[in-house]
């Protein structure tokens, strides 16, 4: 056989053999539940200054799960926000017009994976904007459902 015929036959091989290669290998085992290897969406939460939840929390969805005290509800609201083709994460645009309402001096950042995107973000309440911009995220963050923490100038307090 010629070289030429054995470096054809060789071509026309390789695609079969890698087919039945990846056909007849064993699956990859997954971690465990909450393990490295989980699968779905993973955010790691951290968030300080906020006067009682502070902390870093591990947030599994699709399965809900890790260290988040409310991993169930954290994964619905995130869920119920995500847009195709939308960063949900994104940052406040440049240039916005936003009401100079200081909200606190809580400050989150969010890094990991949601919907097959990285996330790397940052929150604070320094304004308007930054202030709606956290309630979207207020049980993902640790806050109650419906009552985000108000700003000094809605309670008239320091």
Request: net charge neutral; charged share 20%; hydrophobic share 40%.
């Given at each position: ?90 940052p406040v645009p440049k240039g916005q017009m936003c009401t100079m309402l200081y909200g606190g001096p809580e400050r989150a950042h969010v890094s990991g994976t949601w919907a097959g995107r990285p996330v790397n973000a940052d929150f604070n309440r320094k304004d308007g904007c930054e202030t ?27």
């Open positions: 056989m010629s070289l030429r015929r054995v470096a054809l036959a060789a071509a026309l091989a390789a695609p079969f053999l890698a087919a039945t290669a990846v056909a007849t290998a064993a699956p990859l085992p997954l971690g465990g539940a909450d393990g490295p290897d989980r699968g779905g969406d993973h955010l790691t939460i951290t968030v300080t200054d906020t006067g009682g939840h502070d902390g870093r929390f591990e947030l599994y969805c699709h399965p809900a799960g890790g260290t988040h005290p409310r991993a169930k509800e954290a994964c619905e609201q995130l869920d119920g926000q995500t847009q195709w083709g939308k960063d949900l994460f994104a709606a911009r956290w309630n979207k995220f207020s049980i993902v963050f640790g806050e109650s459902k419906g009552s985000p923490k108000k700003s000094v100038a809605q309670t008239g307090r320091e």
